[in-house]
Nanobody, 120 residues
Framework: VQLQASGGGLVQPGGSLRLSCAAS????????MGWFRQAPEKEREFVAV????????YYSDSVEGRFTISRDNAKNTVYLQMNSLKPEDTAVYYC??????????????WGQGTQVTVSS
């Protein structure tokens, strides 16, 4: 599976961004998709995960209520809508593909990352 993340950028606090991750190489509807992030000098952390059909979604406590993960299986794409962004959301965001609905890093494939910077 090849993953291509996009949509990062610079946004002011309180603003919004939508990240996309396009997948290829495997039947998209058969894979679980997750988002992780890594801030400077910090370990990579779980952000959100979505099940194969989109019916199951889980979030980290730090983004619950502000971020929404979704997927379009017809377009082989997963999204992360990020609202009410805070400076502490600044990080490189990675999408990942796997077979388990998990918040750990037990994913088989990872995208290249897209930078999100929240600053005034």
């Amino acid at each position: 599976v090849q993953l291509q993340a996009s949509g990062g950028g610079l946004v002011q606090p309180g603003g919004s961004l939508r990240l996309s991750c396009a997948a290829s190489g495997r039947t998209f509807s058969n894979i679980v998709m997750g988002w992780f992030r890594q801030a400077p000098e910090k370990e990579r952390e779980f952000v959100a995960v979505i099940g194969r059909s989109g019916g199951s979604r889980y979030y980290s406590d730090s983004v619950e209520g502000r971020f929404t993960i979704s997927r379009d299986n017809a377009k082989n794409t997963v999204y992360l809508q990020m609202n009410s962004l805070k400076p502490e959301d600044t990080a490189v965001y990675y999408c990942a593909a796997g077979v388990r609905l998990t918040s750990t890093e037990e994913y088989d494939y990872w995208g290249q990352g897209t930078q999100v910077t929240v600053s005034s």
